[in-house]
């Protein structure tokens, strides 16, 4: 089955402590994205990767890192995180970019800092 | 910063009802169109494309005005599983006409009821 996987799907942290919250595609998709979404607000681009080793900041990068190694994975790293990071996260991808529309998101990723 | 406006709503109307959509974006350049269904706590979906001469699939049209940068939704017969927030989302043109990142709008939410 063709699909987008987050991990872990729930976490409550303390501001400070380190986390990774993985991604995985199975469909060979070229382009990966994160997106944060919080009331009021919409949805917002974190980091986007066109390709492998190819990774760029979207709308609001602070306080997060990305890496692309390999295709199919594309890990959100919060370093030190803080309460203002408490949100819902969504992984995406596509096969080639924003022009082909249909993003394929995972079930996302409900983050709470304390 | 590009963006992407909608009416946040919330619509309430009754099953049956007919409720139309709207969004405006500010990039004159962008070339391509989507809404997307976001049901609650879940991830967006790809509901449909919006092509320039209009598009229709089954109870939803889809509207594209360049020259006023409007986009619209129209669904008839709304039915209660209608329930869920509509995003419009529009493909970010880089300067010198690269495709770039698509732009969500905040969402307009739709409540159908009995």
């Known amino acids: 089955e063709a699909q987008v996987t987050q991990n872990p799907r729930y976490l409550i942290t303390v501001t400070g402590k380190k986390l990774t919250v993985t991604c995985s595609q199975n469909?060979?998709?070229?382009?990966m994205s994160w997106y944060r979404q919080d009331p009021g607000l919409g949805l917002r681009q974190i980091y986007y990767?066109?390709?492998?080793?190819?990774?760029d900041k979207g709308d609001v990068p602070e306080g997060y890192k990305v890496s692309r190694k390999e295709k199919r994975n594309f890990p959100l790293i919060l370093e030190s995180p803080s309460p203002n990071q408490t949100s819902l996260y969504f992984c995406?991808?596509?096969?080639?970019?924003?022009?082909?529309?249909?993003?394929?998101f995972g079930e996302g990723s409900r983050l709470t800092v304390l | 910063r590009k963006e992407v406006e909608q009416d946040p709503g919330p619509f309430n109307v009754p099953e049956g009802a007919t409720v139309a959509f709207n969004c405006t974006y500010s990039?004159?350049?962008?070339?391509?169109f989507f809404w997307y269904r976001q049901d609650c706590r879940k991830e967006p979906k790809l509901l449909m494309s919006?092509?320039?001469s209009g598009n229709e699939d089954g109870r939803f049209t889809a509207q594209l005005n360049r020259a006023s940068q409007y986009i619209s939704l129209l669904i008839r017969d709304s039915k209660l599983s209608d329930s869920a927030t509509y995003l419009c989302?529009?493909?970010?043109?880089?300067?010198?006409?690269?495709?770039?990142?698509?732009?969500f709008g905040k969402g307009t939410k739709l409540s159908v009821k009995p």
């Open positions: 995406a991808s596509s096969v080639y970019g924003g022009n082909t529309g249909e993003l394929f």
């Open positions: 469909m060979n998709h070229e382009y």
């Open positions: 990767s066109m390709n492998v080793e190819v990774t």
């Open positions: 990039n004159s350049a962008s070339q391509s």
């Open positions: 919006v092509y320039s």
């Open positions: 989302v529009v493909n970010e043109m880089n300067y010198g006409g690269s495709q770039g990142n698509l732009i």
